[in-house]
């Protein structure tokens, strides 16, 4: 079902999967092709606003930390033993883009690692988890899985002090070279 703009849309089409683009109405199930709805209009493009991703809670079991993409694409990692290896299952298809957001903490114990063997670091190589504070990694693949590149960031609650002015204890990002 495609209609135009003049066409009249009830409650009921919207609360049963309906979306509407603009001046085109339809169904995924429905309507397939986008653009051949727009019937060859150009120039339309979205625009991204504000957004969220799902974010869930996962802990490794006899070390592995399996992360499921069909499930979130953001992980709460709460360590309470070494992770020996973590597997990523459900990635998109070669040819797309998928990205995953881990934020790594320990548990009061502290000092638990991670074996970073699955994500590719570059040249920085994998970073270390700090014994305090918090481990953000994201990592991105284009082959459906094969290749993670990843990138990290630290995190740390420090006390500012400028001319003499003592700011409030804030959140600052190290990225490896320095405070950002």
Same mark, same amino acid.
């Given at each position: ?90 990635? +998109? +298809? ?87």
């Amino acid at each position: 079902m495609v209609a135009s703009c003049d066409s009249y849309v009830d409650d009921d089409y919207v609360q049963n999967g309906g979306a509407t683009w603009g001046c085109i109405v339809g169904t995924l199930s429905d309507q397939t092709d986008l653009s051949s709805a727009l019937n060859g209009e150009t120039g339309i493009g979205p625009q991204l606003r504000d957004f969220s991703e799902t974010m869930s809670a996962v802990t490794p079991s006899d070390g592995i930390l399996t992360l499921d993409i069909e499930q979130s694409n953001v992980f709460d990692i709460f360590l309470t033993e070494n992770v020996t290896s973590i597997v990523i299952v459900n990635p +998109p +298809p070669i040819g797309q883009l998928g990205t995953i957001t881990l934020r790594f903490e320990q548990d009061a114990t502290g000092g638990h690692t991670v074996d970073f063997a699955g994500l590719d670091f570059g040249d920085a190589g994998a970073p270390g988890v700090p014994s305090s504070g918090r481990l953000w990694v994201t990592a991105l693949t284009r082959d459906a899985g094969a290749l993670w590149e990843a990138m990290t960031g630290f995190v740390a609650s420090v006390a500012v002090s400028v001319s003499g002015e003592a700011w409030a204890d804030g959140t600052f990002w190290l990225d490896g070279t320095g405070w950002i």
